[in-house]
C-alpha cells in the first residue's frame, strides 16, 4: 500500500526557516517524480515544486524560488522540503503528492504558521 | 503560466441531482488535465485523468470530458459522500490548480 507521511510543520516567525520531511513506502521511491503541494487556509491548491527520481531536474514556483529548496534520500525513502526567509503568506497545509504526470497519491499533509 | 478557471466557486445541490463542473485553461493543454475531490482536513483524492480516464476504484457515477482548454466533470447521480471541494489540475507544464468547486447540500 502506498503511504506518504509528512512531517516537520509548526510556527516559525517570519524570517524564520522550517524543514519538512515526507516518508514514502509501498512503492519503488527512486523511481518516481515528488511534488509539494501547498494550500493556505480556505483557498485552493497550490503547486510549490518537483525533483525528479534521481534529483536531476527540480523546479520551484515562482513564490518560492530562492527561499524553497527541495531534495530526497531514496536510501531513506524521503523527500524534504527546507524553507528559509518564511513569510505570513506561506501560511499553508503542505502536502507531499506522488508524481505520474498527476498526483495519483498525497499524503495527510503538515501544517505550517508563520506568525509573530 | 497556465491559468485555470472553475465554475462555479459554491454549488448548492440535492442528493440525486446531476451536477456539472467547469474548469477553462489559459491556452491549450490537450487533455492533460486531472480532477481530485478534496474534503475537510484531508488530502485530495485523485477522480480523473487525463481528462476522461476514471482513475481505479472510484466510482462510475463521476465522468470528466473536454480537451484543449474547456473540460467538464459531471456527477450523474449525487450522493451524500461526494459534498465536498473539488479541484481541476493541468499538468501540460508543471501543476496549476483551480480555485475549487464547492458542493454543498441544498
Known amino acids: 500500500e502506498v503511504q506518504l507521511v509528512e512531517s516537520g510543520g509548526g510556527l516559525v516567525k517570519p524570517g524564520g526557516s522550517l524543514r519538512l520531511s515526507c516518508a514514502a513506502s509501498?512503492?519503488?521511491?527512486?523511481?518516481?517524480?515528488m511534488n509539494w503541494v501547498r494550500q493556505a487556509p480556505g483557498k485552493g491548491l497550490e503547486w510549490v515544486s518537483s525533483?525528479?527520481?534521481?534529483?536531476?531536474?527540480?523546479y520551484y514556483a515562482d513564490s518560492v524560488k530562492g527561499r524553497f529548496t527541495i531534495s530526497r534520500d531514496n536510501a531513506k525513502n524521503s523527500l524534504y522540503l527546507q524553507m528559509n526567509s518564511l513569510r505570513a503568506e506561506d501560511t499553508a497545509v503542505y502536502y507531499c503528492?506522488?508524481?505520474?504526470?498527476?498526483?495519483?497519491?498525497w499524503g495527510q499533509g503538515t501544517l505550517v504558521t508563520v506568525s509573530s | 503560466d497556465i491559468q485555470m478557471t472553475q465554475s462555479p466557486s459554491t454549488l448548492s445541490a440535492s442528493v440525486g441531482d446531476r451536477v456539472t463542473i467547469t474548469c477553462r485553461a489559459s491556452?491549450?493543454?490537450?487533455?492533460?488535465l486531472a480532477w481530485y475531490q478534496q474534503k475537510p482536513g484531508k488530502a485530495p483524492k485523485l477522480l480523473i485523468y487525463?481528462?476522461?480516464s476514471l482513475q481505479s476504484g472510484v466510482p462510475s457515477r463521476f465522468s470528466g470530458s473536454g480537451s484543449g482548454t474547456e473540460f467538464t466533470l459531471t456527477i450523474s447521480s449525487l450522493q451524500p459522500d461526494d459534498f465536498a471541494t473539488y479541484h481541476c489540475?493541468?499538468?501540460?507544464?508543471?501543476?496549476?490548480f483551480g480555485q475549487g468547486t464547492k458542493v454543498e447540500i441544498k
Open positions: 503528492a506522488r508524481d505520474t504526470n498527476f498526483g495519483d497519491y
Open positions: 509501498g512503492f519503488t521511491f527512486s523511481t518516481y517524480t
Open positions: 525533483i525528479t527520481g534521481s534529483s536531476i531536474y527540480i
Open positions: 491556452q491549450s493543454i490537450s487533455s492533460w
Open positions: 487525463k481528462a476522461s
Open positions: 489540475q493541468q499538468y501540460n507544464s508543471y501543476w496549476t
